[in-house]
């Protein structure tokens, strides 16, 4: 009997198959879950080609965050073909180049608000959107997928006001929809070798320094661990956590560094 058994989850983010949302995917499809996946523009052809290296086929909806209608349209899908929603990976995250590279005065209001829109702010966009299906399933799990705030990272910049708009907003989440029965969490992992990684200027530094400061170590090129704890927050084994940032980073965030 797997974690997810019965369980309808939307999975956003999947472009290749090294992304931390396909392996939470895959993973969820392992545990017993019927997924279906999202995104759009020119990565829409990409995530249908890589949906099928998944264990089940999926559907993938067409869903810009930066669009006011397709989550509301997205919602509609579910809405017709299921009827309720029990879980949603938030794995979405872009920046504008300016917004990143050490300088964090360089960028504009504009490329910084493309940042916070699609960073940050998309998560109480679909959270507005679903929370009707949640509510139609008895209760539900949004989990989203964070890089911690705590401090300034080397180049990260205005990605890193993201995130830690991300966290702040996700406690209001917790907050206002707990009474709704939906837990909503954030899952603060250690550096991936991703597209969306690659993508930030630097990122070899932490490539090359995250797995000697973590206690437990850290491979850059494994998304399983941060796998199992997206499908477990997803699952019916945190009834009463919300509003917490779970850090799978191999310990990197308790020491110094």
Request: overall charge negative; hydrophobic content about 50%; charged content about 20%.
């Amino acid at each position: 009997m797997g974690l997810l058994d019965g369980k309808r989850i939307l999975v956003t983010g999947v472009l290749t198959d090294a992304s931390l949302a396909f392996a939470t995917a895959r993973l969820a499809q392992e545990e017993g879950a019927e997924v279906v996946l999202s995104s759009f523009g020119r990565g829409l052809s990409l995530t249908r080609r890589t949906a099928r290296k998944l264990p089940a086929p999926v559907e993938v909806l067409e869903l810009d965050v930066a669009d006011p209608e397709h989550p509301a349209r997205a919602a509609a899908w579910v809405q017709e073909h299921w009827g309720r929603l029990d879980g949603l990976l938030h794995a979405i995250g872009f920046a504008p180049e300016a917004c990143l590279g050490g300088d964090i005065l360089r960028a504009s209001w504009p490329e910084v608000a493309v940042a916070l829109q699609v960073s940050t702010y998309s998560l109480a966009a679909l959270a507005r959107a679903f929370v009707p299906l949640f509510e139609a399933a008895g209760g539900g799990s949004i989990v989203g997928l964070d890089f911690d705030a705590q401090v300034a990272w080397p180049l990260y910049d205005w990605m890193g006001v993201a995130k830690a708009g991300l966290e702040s907003l996700a406690r209001y989440l917790a907050r206002d929809l707990g009474p709704r029965g939906v837990r909503v969490n954030l899952v603060a992992a250690g550096p991936v070798r991703t597209m969306a990684a690659k993508s930030i200027p630097g990122f070899a530094r932490f490539e090359e320094s995250w797995g000697a400061r973590a206690p437990l170590g850290w491979e850059v090129t494994d998304a399983e661990p941060v796998a199992r704890a997206c499908v477990a927050l997803l699952s019916d084994w945190f009834p009463r956590t919300t509003g917490e940032i779970v850090h799978v980073d191999g310990g990197a965030h308790a020491v110094g560094g």
